[in-house]
């Protein structure tokens, strides 16, 4: 066993613990270190991500965190107890990594308990283990002493651990690599679990999902697994069709240099507004949410717009050293706070109580939620047409095919004087007549009619990314990939899949389950072409009750 001398000495970890970092940001710190390690790890390599678990374990007694992600080795976990700043700098995937200040870590751990610990492994190395009592080590600096208490054991653990049976808790196969994060002596047994909960979803919701970096990250809090969150829960959930995603060009200086950028932008309307905890937009950084429900960013946010709500990601947000709200000094976010304004302004006055909706004499959700004609009308001509039409942003969601009828109707009249938009309402939207279909309509066992167009279903027999099927589109061709041996699917369903791709005219019951799956692919198909959730779910039953209505 080895004493070693973090760079810092025993005053840095009791001037960090004093720092009273909320408990929540101090866990979002730990994970975003775990999802840091993991992409390092695939950094520039073919290999696809695998999948990242982090498990987290809080009670008033002890906090853990476990992942699966790269391990460190001693040097590394040495380097990690001071200032890691350098490190991911330096990284090829810097412009994915969030950590920029080196010492997340040390920051989260202290404010957490007065004691923690780390154990941690790369692939087919040994295990090293790091044992650092905060508190004591703030009680020598009290008492004038230099001497260190930080200890590490370098292949293998700690004998000073506090952790019970440690080698059952955390003992990675010898080909396998991750961290184990052990805090104690908790500061703050006040936590309630369920808001922490809650809270993550947001945080982490790119990371949940599929993205650009590899498979979903399953984040489980006591057990139980982190979901998407439900955006506009407590303002009485989202108006549906109300969402809207577009991009945000922009450039700015920076010393000598110009940076061209796009924002991306999530926003919606919900059913309710209100004061301070309601409408926003939260701020995420490099996929890490830095501030939720942002009200002061564009400083369009008022009573009278806060059932706008909404959420913006780029690289250029920097959270401040605390890492408890932006750093609001920046360039960056100076110039784009004054790029932002008019954009969000003239959003935020069409849902004006006073002055908004499509006559300027105000807008009134009461009364829209329980008129769905008049919602979508506002929808149409109001809403969605505001942002479609501004020429700072370049929406990417496709205008929602339910909403159509309105942008028609609105071509057959003559426009009247009640007419202006919010801001300048620019020419009518010059679409193409299109004849009055249904958008969906099933047709038989493999395909079906949507938009205009007939699709095909198609099945094939294939390696898929770890579900038991997959799909794409192909031109008007619907893919669907069956993976019979896919890791994690039941020895049931591997079976029934199996027969029914080797012959698909077998059973009733293959054939049902087969059906099955095609019909969740449509509504997987009906999302992704922006038919709203409720809907896109009885069409693609409407496919299946179609076949099966015979029978
Ligand atoms: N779960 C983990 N897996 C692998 N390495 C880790 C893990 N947690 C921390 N590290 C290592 O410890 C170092 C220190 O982490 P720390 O959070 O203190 O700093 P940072 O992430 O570089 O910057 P920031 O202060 O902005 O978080 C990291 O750079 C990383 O090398
Ligand atoms: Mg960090």
């Not at 589109?473 to 029914?500: H, P, R, S, V, Y």
């Not at 999302?527 to 009885?538: D, P, Y």
Request: proline share 5%.
């Amino acid at each position: 066993m080895t004493q070693f001398q973090p760079q810092l000495g025993n005053a840095f970890y009791k001037a960090l613990g004093a720092e009273d970092m909320e408990p929540l940001l101090a866990i979002n710190e730990i994970i975003a270190n775990s999802i840091d390690s993991w992409i390092e790890e695939y950094c520039g390599k073919k290999a696809k991500r695998p999948k990242l678990s982090i498990d987290i374990n809080m009670s008033a007694k002890q906090i853990t965190i476990q992942d699966n992600a790269g391990g460190m080795e001693p040097e590394e976990l040495k380097n990690a107890m001071g200032f890691a700043k350098v490190q991911k700098e330096l990284s090829d995937c810097a412009d994915d990594l969030m950590g920029m200040y080196g010492f997340g870590l040390k920051a989260a751990t202290a404010n957490l308990g007065g004691h923690f610990e780390v154990v941690s492994k790369r692939k087919n190395k040994d295990l090293c283990h790091v044992v650092m009592p905060i508190d004591k080590m703030a009680q020598e600096v009290k008492a004038g002493k230099s001497g260190m208490l930080s200890d590490i054991e370098e292949n293998g653990y700690n004998k000073k651990t506090k952790i019970k049976d440690v080698e059952k808790v955390f003992n990675p196969a010898k080909t396998k690599s991750g961290t184990f994060i052990y805090i104690s002596q908790i500061k703050r047994t006040n936590f309630n679990p369920e808001s922490i909960m809650n809270e993550l979803c947001y945080a982490w919701h790119f990371f949940t999902q599929e993205n650009h970096l590899g498979p979903a990250v399953e984040i489980k809090f006591n057990g139980v697994k982190i979901s998407e969150p439900e955006w506009g829960r407590d303002q009485g959930g989202q108006v549906p069709y109300s969402s809207i995603d577009f991009e945000f060009p922009f450039s700015w200086r920076e010393n000598t240099k110009t940076i061209d950028t796009k924002v991306q932008f999530s926003v919606w309307l919900n059913y309710k507004g209100g004061q301070y905890q309601a409408g926003g937009l939260s701020l995420y950084r490099k996929l890490q949410m830095v501030s939720y429900k942002d009200q002061e960013l564009g400083k369009w946010w008022s009573n009278e717009s806060a059932s706008i709500e909404g959420y913006l990601s780029t690289n250029y947000l920097t959270p401040n050293q605390r890492k408890d709200d932006l750093d609001r000094t920046t360039r960056f976010y100076k110039e784009f706070n004054k790029a932002l304004e008019p954009v969000m302004k003239g959003a935020a006055k069409l849902v004006d109580s006073q002055r908004g909706g499509l006559d300027g004499k105000g807008f009134s959700r009461t009364a829209m939620a329980q008129d769905e004609f008049e919602m979508g009308k506002f929808l149409a001509l109001g809403w969605l047409k505001y942002f479609n039409e501004h020429p700072l942003v370049e929406v990417s969601s496709k205008f929602p095919k339910e909403l159509e009828k309105f942008l028609k109707d609105k071509q057959n009249t003559p426009s009247g004087p009640e007419d202006p938009g919010p801001e300048d309402p620019g020419p009518e939207d010059p679409r193409p007549e299109e004849p009055a279909v249904e958008i969906f309509e099933p047709i038989d066992e493999n395909s079906f009619n949507f938009d205009g167009e007939t699709y095909q279903l198609l099945i094939l027999k294939d390696k898929t990314d770890g579900s038991s099927y997959d799909w794409k589109k192909t031109g008007e061709q619907i893919e669907i990939f069956i993976d019979d041996e896919a890791d994690g699917i039941n020895k049931e369903l591997g079976g029934m899949l199996k027969k029914m791709t080797n012959d698909p005219g077998v059973g009733k019951w293959e054939k049902l389950s087969l059906n099955l799956v095609k019909e969740h692919v449509i509504h997987q198909f009906l999302l992704k072409e922006n038919i709203q959730n409720a809907r896109a779910f009885a069409y693609a039953k409407s496919w299946i009750e179609n076949i099966y209505k015979n029978e």
